[in-house]
T-cell receptor
Framework: EPEVTQTPSHQVTQMGQEVILRCVPI?????FYWYRQILGQKVEFLVS????????KSEIFDDQFSVERPDGSNFTLKIRSTKLEDSAMYFC??????????????FGPGTRLTVT | RKEVEQDPGPFNVPEGATVAFNCTYS??????FFWYRQDCRKEPKLLMS???SGNEDGRFTAQLNRASQYISLLIRDSKLSDSATYLC??????????FGKGTRLSVIA
């Protein structure tokens, strides 16, 4: 069964450093997303990406964040200068169009980011 | 008012029991509804999409009441492996998913 993959599974970084989180969405999917989940809190949307551009972003996704699809398979999230409050699980998701306008999103296993 | 509200639980039930979770959503323009399950420190996994007519998948039944903006999930014959957090999720078309905080279920032997 096709699945979303993410690397690394755990990233530890110092405050102020840049990190790049990587995702390989399901191969025939067209829509890609990043979400995050701070420990003990709900899953929150960061950004969506379609047709090689950002389609929507949340207030969390400020100038420190960027996304890229550098080739036909990878989808990356970059945090330029990490802050302590960026510590969270970061989930990549992808979806495709189904009938009756449903877009079921499938999540990768996540990258646990720890900023010290 | 929170966009998606759920009773956080925990619901502690014996094996074989039937348990029901409820969820309300505030955005009347929501079009798509889902239940995801999340195990501790793992990713959300799609359990089922919720259709207007309600739908069933084995021991799981989901219902939608658009007038009351209410979604439910019923689990029959609970198994130990059903222990997890159940996330109520809504969106509109291909917009970002809006998650509830989840309801924690523990099935006890």
């Amino acid at each position: 069964e096709p699945e979303v993959t993410q690397t690394p599974s755990h990233q530890v970084t110092q405050m102020g450093q840049e990190v790049i989180l990587r995702c390989v969405p399901i191969s025939n999917h067209l829509y890609f997303y990043w979400y995050r989940q701070i420990l003990g809190q709900k899953v929150e949307f960061l950004v969506s990406f379609y047709n090689n551009e950002i389609s929507e972003k949340s207030e969390i996704f400020d100038d420190q964040f960027s996304v890229e699809r550098p080739d036909g398979s990878n989808f990356t999230l970059k945090i330029r200068s990490t802050k302590l409050e960026d510590s969270a699980m970061y989930f990549c998701a992808s979806s495709d169009i189904l009938g009756h306008n449903f877009y079921e999103q499938y999540f990768g296993p996540g990258t646990r980011l720890t900023v010290t | 008012r929170k966009e998606v509200e759920q009773d956080p639980g925990p619901f502690n039930v014996p094996e074989g029991a039937t348990v029901a979770f409820n969820c309300t959503y505030s955005n009347s323009a929501s079009q798509s509804f889902f239940w995801y399950r999340q195990d501790c420190r793992k990713e959300p996994k799609l359990l089922m999409s919720v259709y207007s007519s309600g739908n069933e998948d084995g021991r799981f039944t989901a219902q939608l009441n658009r007038a009351s903006q209410y979604i439910s999930l019923l689990i029959r014959d609970s198994k130990l492996s059903d222990s997890a957090t159940y996330l109520c999720v809504v969106n509109k078309g291909n917009t970002p998913l809006v998650f509830g905080k989840g309801t924690r279920l523990s099935v006890i032997a």
